[in-house]
């Protein structure tokens, strides 16, 4: 039985034609399917909305990686292209799910603003989740109400080149490195002005993170 089925008349319309069709583009674009629950619904409706039309749930074929609907393209680096906006709350805000399954074989319902991208909490796990949370606060967003706890939250990893990007400017400063020998154990390589350590051994001092960039 559909989730469908326990919403309230008019929440949903009827599918297009090509909804099945729109699914399997989409499924092919991300390299993955969609969680089974979530299009087993775009197969039988056409859209979804839920309370108020707060929620609004987007169509197949506009569904995206989140950092590339609130950031534009090329920032994959931002935030995991798995974490696909399923549901449009306006304002630039949505709620996502990872496509990629938790080992009991759910998956994370995603609440991501635009403000944090590559954070998110996990406000649901399933569809069916989702609904009903939604559905019990008619008004307003359940994970904004007083008291609301999230499952956990998450933190994406941001892989090299976004950590490049952001320090490029500050390491491009450090200028050479000329004085006396670097003060990092084993390191052959001398100090650049104003510091104990190599350009290397300063960033990893100063952002506490491996260095990013792969010079020398
Ligand atoms: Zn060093």
């Known amino acids: 039985m559909s989730i469908l089925d326990e919403l309230p008349p008019g929440t ?6 090509d909804a ?26 056409q859209g979804i909305s839920l309370a108020d039309s707060r929620h609004r749930f987007l169509a197949p074929d506009a569904m995206r990686p989140i ?13 995991p292209r798995t974490w696909l906006a399923v549901v449009d709350l306006s304002d630039g805000k949505y709620v996502g ?25 996990v406000i649901a796990t399933s569809l069916d989740d989702f609904v009903r949370r939604a559905l019990a606060h008619a008004r307003g967003l359940f994970w904004l109400a007083p008291g ?39 390191c052959p390589r001398l100090r650049v002005a104003h ?9 990893e001092m100063v952002h506490r993170r491996p260095s990013p960039f792969t010079e020398e």
């Open 67 to 79: 950092a590339e609907l609130q950031a534009g393209d090329g920032t994959e680096d931002l935030a």
């Open 195 to 203: 510091s104990v350590k190599c350009r290397r051994h300063h960033y």
């Open 12 to 17: 949903w319309s009827p599918p297009s034609a």
């Open 20 to 45: 099945a069709a729109k699914i399997a583009s989409l499924e092919e674009r991300l390299g993955r399917p969609l969680p089974p629950d979530l299009a087993a619904p775009h197969r039988c409706a």
């Open 97 to 121: 799910v990872d496509l990629v399954p938790n080992p009991d074989g759910t998956h994370d319902w995603l609440e991501c603003d635009h403000e944090t991208l590559g954070e998110a909490a």
């Open 148 to 186: 609301h706890e999230p499952y956990r939250r998450l933190r994406y990893e941001n892989p090299p080149s976004y950590w490049r990007r952001l320090h490029a400017k500050w390491y491009a400063t450090l200028g050479p490195e000329a004085g006396s020998p670097c003060t990092s154990e084993g």
